[in-house]
């Protein structure tokens, strides 16, 4: 079973657990980002990757293009854990 | 790999060590490389609301009130700093199948 079918069977059951109203506010807001024109504004195939240097875990700068020169880099965006 | 969240540092090292992760999480305070990706936002004030009846502090974990997240994404940037694939999805239920991400990566040589 792939990721997106894994993925797929926690939400149905999320979903048949949760309160209708709560999902409702979900479903909602995220239609609302979907319509808000955010998608015509991301970056796409073709751009320049805007470079950056953040903090690791380990509280060490780590900067984009210090890590192309050995490598593509494969970059992930994660909302994080409440 | 690297992945970048908004969180504080102490809460990616707290994720890093529960999951066992061998790649960096980075700290992207206020969404602010996310901005320059295009894909931050903020939530809606109902959402908003939900969150907090739940517990859920998405302030406190990012150590500012702007309830702004990233849209997840999943990107391959290839040594000359070009964008080579994109998969972001305003869904965050929805996240791209990893064969699809390694078959790009293959592409690229990597």
């Not at chain 2, 066992?20 to 894909?39: E, H, K, M, T």
């Amino acid at each position: 079973m792939g990721l997106k079918d894994k993925l797929n069977r926690m939400k149905e059951g999320y979903e048949a657990k949760a309160p209708k109203e709560s999902l409702d506010i979900l479903h909602r807001a995220t239609e609302a980002l979907k319509n808000s024109g955010i998608m015509e504004r991301v970056v796409k195939v073709g751009d320049k990757g805007p470079d950056f240097t953040l903090k690791n875990t380990e509280e060490q700068d780590v900067n984009l293009h210090h890590l192309l020169e050995q490598a593509p880099v494969v970059l992930i965006f994660y909302r994080g854990k409440w | 790999m690297v992945a970048v969240s908004p969180q504080l540092v102490k809460h990616n090292q707290a994720i890093k060590k529960e999951k066992n992760l061998s790649f960096d999480i980075l700290s992207d305070p206020g969404n602010q490389v996310a901005a320059q990706y295009g894909i931050k936002y903020k939530m809606a004030d109902e959402l908003i609301k939900l969150y907090k009846q739940f517990g859920m502090k998405v302030d406190e974990h990012n150590g500012d009130d702007s309830w702004t997240l990233p849209m997840p994404s999943r990107l391959i940037i290839d040594r000359d700093g070009t964008i080579a694939y994109a998969e972001i999805n305003p869904d965050y239920t929805v996240r791209p199948e990893p064969e699809d991400t390694l078959a790009a990566l293959k592409e690229l040589g990597a």
